[in-house]
């Protein structure tokens, strides 16, 4: 009872701190790959439609030329930089109200299909919670396929969400009202 409690506080209370220290990270990691330079070798009308030279060249060796110059980075941290310079430093945590409101129901879930699992495959009777016995009476090979099975099913239902949340972060705009209505 007061075990399967604490632990899944503990892990909502984790699970928020992480959100609110990678999701930066997360959003530059997006940024950066939804962001396509093509080669001018490959596209030389780009120029002629607005594309500009990065300074940097692709690995032919031909200048990559981009349609917004603006959000081409050359590295993460160079991203961490000027995410916040050019749409403010709140454009760093895009996305942040979504992973959180999947952190909590997300973990919930995974504590319960980890749990009935391993009271299902473990023949612990009802009364009592895997949690509160001994770790060492529950076989690793046990305890291994519970967790890969919950977080499996976890991750297929916050699926949706997920995309949501990376089409969130992957857009420039301002507007947080229209981000989640035109991420839909």
Known sequence: GKTV????????LGACTTALVVTPLDVVKVRMQVHVCQSSASSPTAAAVGGAATGMRSAGGDALLCH??????RNIFDAL??????HGIRALWRGLS???ALAVPTTGLYFTFYETLLLTLTNTSSSSS??????????P???LFCGMTARCATATIAAPLELLRTRI???TTTSSSSSWLSSL
């Open 169 to 171: 972060q992957a857009s």
């Open 68 to 73: 917004d110059p603006a959000s081409h980075f």
């Open 98 to 100: 979504t992973t959180l």
């Open 81 to 86: 930089v000027r995410i916040p310079q050019q």
């Open 141 to 143: 090979q046990t305890a």
């Open 130 to 139: 895997p949690s509160s016995s001994s770790s060492s009476s529950i076989p």
């Open 5 to 12: 409690g604490r632990n899944a506080v503990a892990a909502t």
